[in-house]
């Protein structure tokens, strides 16, 4: 819980091990996913203005080195079938693997809402009905990756985003203190979850969402499988009033509260000091 909660206020991305997701599932879906996008996607990508017309003239901050189709699963759970090439051994595995996906991250929910003081079900509650949906990428093999970005730097929309990436190409990096941090591709099936802004907002900023990029590899095409668990569209975003500062007061009214407790807790007064202007 510790090493979550320190995870989530410092760093705003983490890996999850011991995750129960069945990693035969997992290598399976980035099987036929990397299987499609060589079938289906590859040579449409290479044929693409971005990728003919690549030079000194392109524009990095007006386009993505990017391969990509979202599917969505839920409220309602459609489109996967109507994507050219995806068989129904892609549609059933996808169905199993998203299953278990947002069983974890409900049970993140849970354990950030706690670790936030708040009922468990806070979050979950919050972002009900969840819209759950996942972007499939593919960041094809570029010749001149020093002209282009992968996917620009930016923080996702969202709440919580759980990715199942590449075994062996880089790419991915996030940026903290003042610099980017490249993730290194591993091959043990680890889960890799970054926070979108709406968890920054519902937890009053201390947890926070996390600018990252996809820088663009000379070497191979990297794989991305990024599951966000979000909001739903109509829900109403909003932190609990646990996690307010006190406001409207005036700083004479702080001061007499401050006389009597500046050696004690100060989220004692803060709750004392909100308290007196309900």
């Known amino acids: ?19 129960g997701i069945n990693e035969a ?14 079938e289906y996607l ?35 759970s459609h489109n996967a079938h109507d994507i050219p090439g995806h068989e ?9 693997y998203i299953r278990q996906l947002i069983k974890l991250a409900e049970k993140l929910a849970e354990l950030m809402s706690e670790n936030l003081g708040l009922d468990k079900c806070y979050l979950k509650k919050a972002f009900s009905p969840a819209f759950v949906g ?14 282009v970005m992968g996917l620009r730097a930016r923080t996702d929309a969202g709440g919580i985003i759980l990715l199942l990436q590449d075994d062996m190409v880089p790419g991915l990096e996030f940026f903290k203190d003042g610099k980017w941090v490249p993730i290194t591709p591993k091959k043990d099936n680890r889960i890799f979850v970054n926070l979108g802004d709406q ?6 900023g201390v947890y926070k969402s996390i ?13 991305s499988i990024a599951t966000f668990y979000n909001p739903g569209a109509d829900a109403i975003i ?33 709750q004392t000091v909100k308290d007196m202007f309900k």
């Open 1 to 19: 819980m510790s090493l979550l909660h320190e995870a989530c206020q410092k760093w705003g991305f983490f890996w999850v091990e011991n995750h």
């Open 25 to 38: 599932l997992m290598g399976k879906i980035k099987g036929l996913v990397n299987s499609h996008y060589e």
């Open 42 to 76: 590859k040579q449409s990508f290479y044929e693409s203005e971005l990728a003919k017309e690549l030079g000194p003239q392109t524009k990095s901050s007006e386009a993505d080195w990017e391969s990509t189709y979202f599917i969505q699963h839920q409220p309602e």
């Open 88 to 96: 129904i051994e892609f549609c059933e595995a996808m169905e199993d």
């Open 134 to 147: 996942t972007k499939v990428a593919k960041y094809p093999q570029c010749p001149q990756p020093e002209l």
């Open 199 to 204: 968890v920054e907002v519902l937890s009053n």
């Open 211 to 223: 600018l990252h990029r996809v820088v663009a590899d000379k070497d191979g095409s990297r794989l």
């Open 238 to 270: 909003s932190p609990d009033p646990k996690l307010l500062y006190p406001g409207g007061y005036r700083f004479k009214d702080y001061l007499d509260c401050y006389t009597g407790t500046k050696f004690s807790d100060k989220g004692a007064r803060f």
